[in-house]
């Protein structure tokens, strides 16, 4: 395992539930921690650069409505804290506009200035983290150790539509977002396979081809020669359904969250669970 020093957690979107107890977990956990969201001050006390044993995070003030202020973050944990690139990187932010107030009921009434900030915030934005972070892991080299982990605080969006015009771009969002994580980690995953099955001898490797031509890519699901993952972190409630606020636990988040880390859990990308454990949950109804 990596010393503390060279752990780096940032966390962009850092509310009172689970951005605070996603900050308390990595802490915990050893990582240093960087914070990003638009208020002056994240879910710890501190602003400025911590040290391993600092009970604060490095907060960073940002427009997350601009994707550019992404990328800007990453270059001041690296810069301004003096940080290593993170390997891990937690989007925890969302954001949802109502219909007009003289339609509430309209889901197409929702004002173009609002549907396109939500939707930038919720996919362009986490899409343009993602993009410089497989730049920077990238640049790790090769080696059998995953380089770095994305994970998405989501909802059941992308599985389920909800008539309630106010959680629209909430729900396009977290679905257009979902759709390119998929995308990401089956091809990244996939490159750490291969670069994995190269560096096997040349009779290894031809009993892992054949294996992979009967079985599939997915023969190889659960090896984690990985240089990156991208997990999709749908909370559900004792029902199956959504969690919604009253069941919502930032502390299932960040159990959950740091043993996608640590390897400790390997579930598909698309991550249904509850009190912090994984579990295939397929209740769309």
Do not use: C
């Not at 962009?12 to 539930?17: D, I, K, L, S, Y």
């Not at 599985?159 to 979902?178: E, Q, S, Y």
């Amino acid at each position: 395992m990596a010393s503390s020093a060279s752990r780096v957690a940032i966390i962009f979107g850092t509310g009172p539930r689970i951005g605070a107890s996603l900050v308390k977990g990595f802490l915990g956990a050893g990582y240093r921690v960087a914070t990003v969201s638009r208020s002056g001050s994240g879910s710890g006390s501190g602003s400025g650069p911590s040290g391993d044993s600092s009970p604060n995070p490095f907060h960073i003030q940002a427009d997350l409505t601009d994707p550019s202020a992404a990328v800007g973050a990453f270059a001041k944990v690296t810069q301004t804290a003096g940080w290593p690139f993170p390997s891990v990187v937690v989007w925890n932010a969302s954001s949802m506009t109502a219909p007009d107030e003289s339609d509430p009921k309209n889901p197409l009434a929702i004002d173009g200035a609002g549907f396109d900030r939500d939707l930038t915030f919720m996919i362009k934005s986490p899409y343009v983290a993602a993009g410089e972070a497989v730049k920077a892991w990238r640049e790790k080299g090769e080696g059998v150790a995953r380089k770095g982990t994305f994970i998405m605080t989501g909802n059941m969006g992308p599985r389920r539509v909800f008539p309630v015009p106010v959680m629209t771009t909430l729900g396009i969002g977290k679905a257009g977002a979902n759709y390119w994580m998929g995308v990401a980690d089956a091809m990244f995953k996939e490159e750490g396979i291969r670069h994995g099955v190269a560096r096997l001898d040349h009779h290894t490797r031809l009993v892992v081809f054949t294996y992979l031509s009967v079985f599939g890519p997915r023969a190889l699901a659960n090896v984690d020669w990985g240089f990156a993952r991208f997990y999709f972190a749908d909370e559900r409630g004792p029902d199956g359904g959504p969690a919604w606020l009253k069941n919502l636990s930032g502390e299932s988040h960040a159990k959950l969250y740091l043993d996608l880390v640590e390897g400790k859990q390997d579930p598909p990308y698309y991550v249904t669970f509850r009190n912090g454990k994984y579990e295939k949950i397929d209740n769309v109804d």
